[in-house]
Every structure is written in C-alpha cells, then in structure tokens.
C-alpha cells in the first residue's frame, strides 16, 4: 500500500516539484539521470524559475575574455591589431569552455562580431566601436546583428542589460552613453537599444551636479540598475559612480562619491560587482593591496527613491576587506615564485567571499577571508597577450541543464556558491 503512495506520488509532477525544490542543486542535477520525465521536470522553465527563486541563481565559469585596450580610440595612424592576434581573444577553464572557444574561432565568427564589450546571464555583447554591435547566445549559437545607431560618439561607455527569463526568451538591452573627457556637463546624451522594439532610442540624461562618464568602461548591472564610472572636478578629480535606473522611465543621474583608500592613494585597478546580499560592491587594488568596500542600504529601499534625487546623504560605503598583497604571498609559499605585483580583476557573481586577481601571465580565485589562493588554468594564445595593457574579463554562465543531452558532468562543477556564506575556501574542480 505504500509503495503504491510513493508511486502515485511520484507520477504527479506537481508533487515531484514541490520534493525538487527542496533539494540543493548538486542532487537536483543528478536526478536527471532518473528518467526522461525527470530530465523534463527539471529542465521546464517553471521549475526553473521556481528553484531559482527559492535557492538563488548559481553560475559556472567558462574562461576569460581578454581586451587589448592599446586599440581603443586609436588614431588613423595609431598601433593596429596584428594579423597574428584575434580580435575576440578568449581562455578557456572548462569543456564548455572549449565548446565557446571552438564556436568563436570557426570560420568568419570572429571577423562578424569584432570585439568582446560584455556579457551578461551568459549573452555576448560584441561589436567594433562606435557603429557596429551584435549580441551572440552560445547556447542557440544564434547572432543577433544590432542596427546601426543613430548617433555618433566618439568617446563612449557601454551597459549591457540582459533579463533573468527563464523561458528562453531573449530580452536584452544595450546602451551606449557619450563620454565629454575635455569638460563637466551635467547631461549626458544616451542611445539605448531594445530587442523588444528591435530600435535604437536617444535619451538626454541630467543630473545636479557637473561631472564626466569614464570612457571605454563598460557598466555594472544590478537588478535592472546602470552603474558607471564617472569623475567630478579637474583639478581635485572625485572618482564617482553615475547610477541610472532605465527601468522607471526616469531620465535622472545620481552620483556617489567613491571611498577613498587607505592602504595607498594611487589605485591601479577599480572594479564593481554585485555582493552575495544584493549590493554594490567596490574594489581598488594597488602595488600594496587592495581593499573592498559595500554601499549600505538605503532606509527607504523602494526603486523611486534610487532616481528621484541625486544625493543621499543615508547611502555610505562599508569597508569589508582589506589585504595587503605581501601577507597574502607570505600565506601561499608554493606561490613564493610568482612576482610580488598583483591585481584586482573583478569580483564574482553576486559573491562576496572571492575575487579574482593577477599576476603576471596567472590568474588566481581569492579567498578573501583566509588569503587562500587557487590557480586558474586555462588553455588558449596566451603567449602573445600584452598583459599589461590588456583588461581580463571572467565570462560565466548559469550552471543549469537545458536539454536531453544533459549529463552528470553539469553536476561535479564545484565552483563556490553564490549565495551561501562559507567559512573556508571551497576551491572549483576543473
């Protein structure tokens, strides 16, 4: 009688969701292995969507985009790319990784898209500034050719917005904002592209106070919010952060002021991402160390209150780490090779507990709390990468199975969870 229970329960795929999303992901994924009707369950959009929002949304890192920046902005007699090195340079991590690295390099893929700008829940956004754009899916291996904007900026920055769907269908918005570097206004002029409409449409941004967008960056994305980096002043410069809500209809600009360091006053690198908590976070490396600060909470968290005024005397920037670079060295002696000069590259998604930093020709995953390094490998034309001049991009994917030819090996990745605190390091398997 039992059995029979337990058989009828499991026949009913209402039922067989609710005991799904209950289990972590890591059992989730080898459940697909069960039956073709479990595999069906599991890879639904509805499931999806309903452990995504009970478990959070985990990602898989694939490899890393590197982008010479000697090419930007260069002029007509300036250093051209040579023949021997691609213009869509990619390392790969992982299997999947290869599979993307194979895609780019085949036939006319990477003389069509040009350059690597950014990607985001898996998307590329491609192109050759200031006209020619493209976003590629590499799961569909389909090209989504943009039409040509209707403005001309000479000096530019990007935002890449790509909607959490999870029913395959891609909704996507790609920005492009005009940079004056030779003067302070206190507008700046926007083109945004929507894959609804399937048009460019030109908006004049304002804000309350004079200030530039750093050109040839590419924003931060959280939760539909834009965020650049922008400077106030000529002589006493202010490193800011130009925050834009598209989502409202609202045609304002905040700025924040960024914190200023305390190990070192010349920063080599900045960076932003998004915290385990949902909130901007802010890195700053040097010579010496780096340090990482969180923008609290606002008492009135609601979204009008993000783009209605341009100060907010209640936002302020919280130290949460601070590392020097020769402890960390002294902490990893089968490192004690390497030279003593690192850099911050970027955070991981929605992660507060790792960074990835470099040095020299390596990459290595941090583990913040206890200075813990872990080695990246990667395979790819390493060799004639002009590191110094070049910016390295992590590039991830939503660790989920899309389709019968899932297998177990989706569930051995081991990259550490984005939305779970962890005490120690718990270093990804390759």
Known sequence: MLENDVHAALTCDDILNEILLRLPEKFVYRLILVSKRWLRVICSSSFRSDYCARWGVDFHLLGFFVCNQLYLNRPKDGMRRPKSEPALQFLSACEEGDDVCNDLMASGNCKQLGYFIDSCNGLLLCGRHPLTYSVWNPISKVLFQLPQPQRFYKRLCMA????????????????????????????????????????????????????SLRPWTVATVINGVVYWFATQGKIAI?????????????????????PDGNISQDYDEFVLGESSDGLLQYGQSSKSGMEIWVLEKEQDSSISSITTSNVHPNRKWKMRYRLGFKAMWKKNPSFCKQTKEAQLLSFLPRNSEYVFIRSGQNIFLLHIESQMLKVNRYHGPSSHIQWDFSKVVPYFQRSWPRSSLCHEKAATSAWPSTNQETAAPAWPSW
């Open 160 to 211: 890449f917005i790509a909607e959490d769907n999870f029913d395959d269908i891609l909704q996507y918005k790609v920005i492009r904002a005009n940079c004056e570097c030779k003067r302070e206004v206190n507008t700046v002029s926007i083109e945004t592209y929507s894959s609804v409409t399937g048009t460019w449409k030109h908006f004049t941004l304002t804000c309350s106070s004079k200030f």
């Open 238 to 258: 202010k490193e800011s952060v130009a925050i834009y809500d598209p989502r409202v209809g609202n045609t304002r600009v905040e700025l924040l002021k960024l």
